[in-house]
Structures are given as C-alpha cells and as structure tokens.
C-alpha cells in the first residue's frame, strides 16, 4: 500500500542534534518536501530533495535515496524555538499533489 | 507579499449545518490546493485548482463538499450538511505556476458538535 512513516515523537537537548527520519512507498515520486509546523500556524517549508544526496541548509539538512524509498531531515546546534512537528511529504505527481506521513514531534529540553 | 489567508480561523458548527470556508491565495498564484488534518491522522490531499478549473478533486470525501474558485482568485469550501467526522483542519496552500514549493495558509480549525 501507500504510507509514508515517520518517528511520532523525539526528544533532544538544546544544543544537540536529532535526525528524524521518513521511509515512504507512494503511487509517484516527483520529491519530497520537508516541512515544520508549530502548533495553530502553517506549515512552513524547510527542504527539497529530487536527486539522491544531501541538501544542506543552515541547521537543517535533508538527505534522499529514492531506491530505498527513505529520507531524513538533520537538525543540528538545536535551539528552543525548533521544537515544533515536522512534516515528510511526498509530491506524488507532475501537478504538486502531496502526500504526508503523521508527523514527528520534536520536544527540545533546555 | 502577502501569504496565504484563510478565514476564518476557528469555526464551530452544528451537525447538520452548513459551513463554508475561504482561502485567499497569494497573488498570481494559478495553483491553490486544499488539505484537510483530521484530528490524529495525517494531512491529506481535498483537490486543486489550476486558475478557476478543477485540476484534480480525487481526494474529496463525498457529495457533502463543495469547492469553487471564483475567477481563479479567492476559493471557497462549503460543506453541506456537516458531519461530526468533518472535523478538523482545513488548510489551503498556492503556487506559482511552474514551481515546486508551495506556501500554507495558518489553517481554518473546524469543529462540528
């Protein structure tokens, strides 16, 4: 079937680094997005990826590999203000339409 | 520019009434998609428009829901009758036409008692 999956909850110190990570089997695969949404707002977009490899951005980096259906979003020198859900979410077709997993809450204690 | 609107923000509702929700996208943006979060479960895909047609609504869940986009500007999202399970959050987003990325509106927050 279609899911994409996702850790529900993580934890971490402010300061550390967490590595959430998305597995995902889906009808089409034109990439996939990472997103963070704090409670009651948007969510906002954080990365991209369509070739297999690293983006890095900042603090966050997401990486790819399409032959095994996997990605993981890296948030490094975490800070207070991160903790926060975030979303993996696939396009699934030419015109934009995605598909998320449940999301993964990231808790950061002081 | 201004982001993605939706109002309103929290609505609270009858079963059985009627309710209708409205997105203004970003200007310029030909593509405005809908998603819904029930509560517990993930985002999912409701449909989108390409300017004011109806590109793709495989993710509409029955009759009770309608979408329109007047003139390819605004949107709007009625349900009628409402359902208890129509509860959650409705979120829009937009896109320039050609882009991969696309930006959310805050969400309206249905509830229906």
């Known amino acids: 079937g279609q899911n994409i999956d996702q850790p529900t909850e993580m934890t971490a110190t402010e300061g550390a680094i967490v590595q959430i990570n998305c597995t995902y089997q889906t009808s089409g695969f034109n990439g996939l997005f990472w997103y963070q949404q704090h409670a009651g707002e948007a969510p906002t977009f954080l990365s991209y990826n369509v070739l297999d490899g690293l983006e890095e951005k900042g603090r966050f980096s997401s990486f790819l590999s399409r032959s095994k259906g996997y990605s993981y979003l890296l948030l490094k020198e975490l800070q207070m203000k991160d903790s926060a859900s975030y979303l993996c979410?696939?396009?699934?077709?030419?015109?934009?339409?995605?598909?998320f997993g449940a999301g993964t809450q990231v808790v950061v204690t002081p | 520019e201004a982001g993605v609107t939706q109002f309103p923000s929290h609505s609270v509702i009858e079963k059985g009434q009627t309710v209708t929700l409205r997105c203004d996208p970003i200007?310029?943006?030909?593509?405005l998609y809908w998603y819904r979060r029930v509560m517990g479960k993930e985002i999912k895909f409701l449909l989108h428009?390409?300017?004011?047609?109806?590109?793709?609504e495989s993710g509409m869940p029955n009759n009770r829901f309608l979408a329109e986009r007047t003139g390819g500007t605004y949107s709007t999202l009625k349900v009628q009758p409402a359902e208890l399970e129509d509860s959650g959050v409705y979120f829009c987003?937009?896109?320039?036409?050609?882009?991969?990325?696309?930006?959310f509106g805050s969400g309206t927050r249905l509830t229906v008692v």
């Open positions: 979410a696939v396009r699934t077709d030419s015109w934009g339409k995605l598909q």
């Open positions: 428009f390409v300017k004011e047609s109806k590109q793709d």
């Open positions: 200007s310029g943006h030909d593509n």
């Open positions: 987003a937009s896109s320039p036409q050609g882009s991969y990325g696309y930006t």
